[in-house]
T-cell receptor, first 113, second 115 residues
């Protein structure tokens, strides 16, 4: 079955540091890939997505590139801010699952001033 | 625009008591609806999803149940709560026609503590 593996957290960075959160996946066919963000006490929000190989999703300074050859969708940001502190979830959907997303475990990011 | 609401936001229940969480979507018709659970320190687990009124699919066997009495209403229930039911419950919807892209829109979440 489908699965998503994220790098283990928590991750603690200083403001303006470079961020990478690794995500790899296993799926049949050609899934769509997503990063969701969950701020403290809130539900999840879509951060960015990519629907086919080599697509780059981007939003709010975050980027992730759909790498079919390495089955990866790593999240990056060049300079994090305190307001980026949140839990980040990698997820996928394939043709059979539609919007029944398979999520990774989530990575807690804390950015210190 | 579309909005999703779920309630209550927080509740504390004794073991063996019943549960009812409600979720409603506004501004769209025929949405796919989902219940996810996020246990402490763990990822998201899909519990139920629905593609229409009265149509419920369960992903994980458990003592929870779901119902969809109206097109835009989704209810999560239990007759007798267990300690292991504690967690953060998230309702979500997706457009029926847009289901191919997989994007979900989440509610604010309901935090359940079973004592």
């Amino acid at each position: 079955g489908d699965s998503v593996t994220q790098m283990e957290g928590p991750v603690t960075l200083s403001e303006e540091a470079f961020l990478t959160i690794n995500c790899t996946y296993t799926a049949t066919g050609y899934p769509s890939l997503f990063w969701y963000v969950q701020y403290p006490g809130e539900g999840l929000q879509l951060l960015l997505k990519a629907t086919k190989a080599d697509d780059k999703g981007s939003n709010k300074g975050f980027e992730a590139t759909y790498r079919k050859e390495t089955t990866s969708f790593h999240l990056e940001k060049g300079s994090v801010q305190v307001s980026d502190s949140a839990v980040y979830f990698c997820a996928l959907s394939d043709r059979t699952s539609g919007s029944r997303l398979t999520f990774g475990e989530g990575t807690q990011l804390t950015v210190n001033p | 625009s579309q909005t999703i609401h779920q309630w209550p936001a927080t509740l504390v229940q004794p073991v063996g008591s019943p549960l009812s969480l409600e979720c409603t979507v506004e501004g769209t018709s025929n949405p796919n609806l989902y219940w996810y659970r996020q246990a402490a320190g763990r990822g998201l687990q899909l519990l139920f999803y629905s593609v229409g009124i009265g149509q419920i699919s369960s992903e994980v066997p458990q003592n929870l149940s779901a119902s969809r009495p109206q097109d835009r209403q989704f209810i999560l229930s239990s007759k007798k709560l267990l300690l292991s039911d504690s967690g953060f419950y998230l309702c979500a919807w997706s457009p029926l026609a847009g289901g191919k892209t997989g994007e979900l829109f989440f509610g604010e979440g309901s935090r359940l503590t079973v004592l």
